[in-house]
Nanobody
Framework: QVQLVESGGGLVQPGGSLRLSCAAS????????IAWFRQAPGKERKAVACITISGGMALYGQPEQGRFAISRDNAKNTVYLQIWTLKAEDTAVYYC??????????????????WGQGTQVTVSS
């Protein structure tokens, strides 16, 4: 059974940090590359980062290197997205998604077969 559950979102002041979690079923975690996407109001869903089961990583569309990091905890079947120095433009619903293939990271949402319900991140003072 494919299951993805995001958590860790909330209201954060500018400059703060968050760690989002994506808890996956064991089958999904061990057979799928998992990505984080975000969708701001009125905008399309965009890829943020992806990690394969082998630990290969990709970051997408971030001009400031080092504000985002993706990681996985094999013991907990969980993928994390760490965000530092949060800005108002980071406000969005953040989704994790599983690719059908274990070592395939792509920035297109159409590549991903399974999605979580999303977690809201709001950056505001």
């Amino acid at each position: 059974q494919v299951q993805l559950v995001e958590s860790g979102g909330g209201l954060v002041q500018p400059g703060g940090s968050l760690r989002l979690s994506c808890a996956a079923s064991a089958f999904t975690f061990n057979n799928s590359a998992i990505a984080w996407f975000r969708q701001a109001p009125g905008k399309e869903r965009k890829a943020v980062a992806c990690i394969t089961i082998s630990g290969g990583m990709a970051l997408y569309g971030q001009p400031e290197q080092g504000r985002f990091a993706i990681s996985r905890d094999n013991a907990k079947n969980t993928v994390y997205l760490q965000i530092w120095t949060l800005k108002a433009e980071d406000t969005a619903v953040y989704y994790c998604a599983a690719h059908r293939r274990p070592n395939m990271c792509k920035p297109s949402a159409q590549e991903y077969a399974y999605w979580g319900q999303g977690t809201q991140v709001t950056v505001s003072s």
